[in-house]
């Protein structure tokens, strides 16, 4: 059943970012966890390995309202080193999804439906807004000095390095990732997590950073040297190819702390007449599917990346995303290799997953 969604797709970004969150998120209800945290996660403690990933939690009230209703892992949206609009309303449609969506239908488009109703599958097309660095760094302090008071609760604060003009260079971009690193480091995060899967970047970027394992590795490397001890994720996109995952995982699975799969799979979006369904350029054409039907890709990723880290000898914590609407996602999931689940969609409009996952793994 689907509950109000704590963030409205109905609202502006605006609106849910000044009045929100909604729901059973509004009512300020605590969960009482009983006894000590006593999973880890990341170096830190919690009650369960479970969390909201980048996306609907848009600022500290969203976070601490998750962390009320017994989210316990928590990654405060992306933000950059500069404030960016957000894209025009709505940022969120729902699509028509038979089953799985595989790649070879989103290759083809999908097509928006009625209402938000099960099975439940959206699109969200935000273009990753930012504030402006003095306002998210203090919201960020606020809910880390919240959390610190609370035991068990872990707060990522997840970042995006920008190519903020034509004239940007490939060092120019690698620069603004670390200093998007320093600014986040600076409020005393518990992780860090960097963006390497965006899908809604527009028309400045031809493929998904990811998939670029050079540039990957380079801006890893560099973020990591900056912000020392702070754990590092990395969120990356569904890979097809078994060899360029296994490099992402040799280049990469030694700088990082976790890594973080899936972010959305994209897709053409059309309304009910062909058209292109979000307002603005063709560059919005295509936007990210998230929900039910991307739950096969995420629990793939897990299960890939669970393999390579054996084969490897590496460390690196796995965090699946992706499709996770229930307490059977959440252990198939655990059960593929994922050392902590979350979940966006599903979370957004059943606010007591957490809470029903506790029960069953108590
Ligand atoms: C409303 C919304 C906003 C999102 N914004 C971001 C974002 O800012 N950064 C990011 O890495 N992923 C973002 N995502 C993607 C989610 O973190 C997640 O990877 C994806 O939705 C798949 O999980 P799900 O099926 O549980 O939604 C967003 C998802 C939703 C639903």
Redo the contacts with the bound molecule.
């Keep these: 059943m689907l509950l109000q969604p704590f963030?409205d797709?109905l609202k502006t970004y605006e609106e849910n970012y000044e009045q929100g969150p909604f729901g059973a998120f509004a009512d300020h209800q605590i969960f009482k966890d009983e006894g000590e945290p006593q999973y880890e996660f990341l170096g830190r403690k919690v009650f369960a390995p479970f969390g909201i990933?980048?996306?609907?939690l848009i600022n500290s009230n969203f976070v601490k309202a998750a962390f009320e209703k017994g989210f316990d892992i928590c990654?405060y949206?992306?933000v950059r080193t500069r404030a960016k609009k957000v894209n025009e309303w709505p940022?969120?449609l729902p699509v028509k999804v038979r089953g799985d969506l595989t790649l070879e239908q989103a290759q083809k488009g999908l097509v928006v439906k009625k209402g938000f109703t099960e099975p439940l599958a959206?699109t969200?097309s935000?273009g990753?807004p930012s504030f402006s660095v003095d306002v998210w760094q203090q919201d960020i302090a606020d809910v880390i000095k919240w959390a610190n008071g609370h035991p068990g609760k872990f707060v990522s604060g997840?970042i995006?390095g920008t190519r903020w003009g034509a004239n940007f260079t490939e060092n120019d971009f690698l620069k603004d990732w670390v200093l998007a690193a320093r600014l986040m480091n600076g409020t005393k995060v518990h992780g860090i997590?960097a963006?390497f899967?965006?899908p809604n970047e527009g028309n400045l970027v031809k493929r998904l950073l990811c998939y670029d394992i050079a540039q990957s590795q380079r801006i890893a490397d560099a973020i990591k040297n900056e912000i020392g001890n702070t754990p590092l994720v990395i969120?990356v996109s569904y890979f097809q190819s078994d060899d360029e995952l296994r490099s992402l995982v040799k280049e990469l699975g030694r700088i990082v702390d976790g890594i973080?799969a899936?972010?959305?799979i994209p897709s053409a979006v059309l309304d009910e007449n062909g058209k292109q369904a979000l307002p603005g350029g063709p560059w919005r054409l295509k936007s990210?599917i998230?929900?039910?039907p991307?739950?096969w890709a995420?629990l793939d990723m897990v299960e890939r990346l669970k393999f390579l880290r054996e084969e490897l000898g590496m460390k690196f914590a796995i965090i699946g995303?992706?499709?996770?609407?229930s307490v059977d996602d959440y252990h198939q999931y655990v059960e593929s290799g994922a050392d902590a689940v979350?979940?966006?969609?599903?979370?957004?409009w059943n606010p007591f997953l957490a809470q029903e996952i506790k029960k069953a793994i108590k």
């Design positions: 963030y797709p990933p980048a996306g609907p990654v949206k992306t940022n969120i959206i969200n935000f990753n997840m995006e997590e963006n899967s965006c969120k973080s899936i972010n959305t990210g998230c929900g039910a991307v739950k995420g995303v992706g499709g996770v609407m979350m979940s966006a969609t599903g979370a957004m």
